[in-house]
Nanobody, 119 residues
Framework: QGQLAESGGGSVQAEGSLRLSCAVSAYLRIAWCLGWFRQAQGKEREAVVTINDHGITTYAVVVKGRFTISKDVAESILYLQMNSLKLEDTAMYYC?????????????WGQGTQVTVSA
């Protein structure tokens, strides 16, 4: 059975960059939608960006222009390039797969990787 495994998190100063990776294995072949989500301490989990099977992306307004999602189908890896990071981007970041890009339809989740942005 496939797994979702995030990596690439860490600590970075504001305006810096990080690239998150998610090994999606078998799910990349069958999932209609993949996405990155985040949950800051004391807040609800929110969608950062999703990409469907046709390559159509939907970004949260707060990250648009700074974050870029991509996927390497051959390697079965989902990426999130994060540039111009802000303090408010600090959160646990999760990758997920689902049968549609509706939030409630994401039914497989990774364990998460922490991103901490400091001044």
């Amino acid at each position: 059975q496939g797994q979702l495994a995030e990596s690439g998190g860490g600590s970075v100063q504001a305006e810096g960059s990080l690239r998150l990776s998610c090994a999606v294995s078998a799910y990349l072949r069958i999932a209609w939608c993949l996405g990155w989500f985040r949950q800051a301490q004391g807040k609800e989990r929110e969608a950062v960006v999703t990409i469907n099977d046709h390559g159509i992306t939907t970004y949260a307004v707060v990250v648009k222009g700074r974050f870029t999602i991509s996927k390497d189908v051959a390697e079965s890896i989902l990426y999130l390039q994060m540039n111009s990071l802000k303090l408010e981007d600090t959160a646990m970041y999760y990758c997920a797969s689902g049968w549609s890009c509706e939030y409630s339809h994401f039914n497989h989740w990774g364990q998460g990787t922490q991103v901490t942005v400091s001044a």
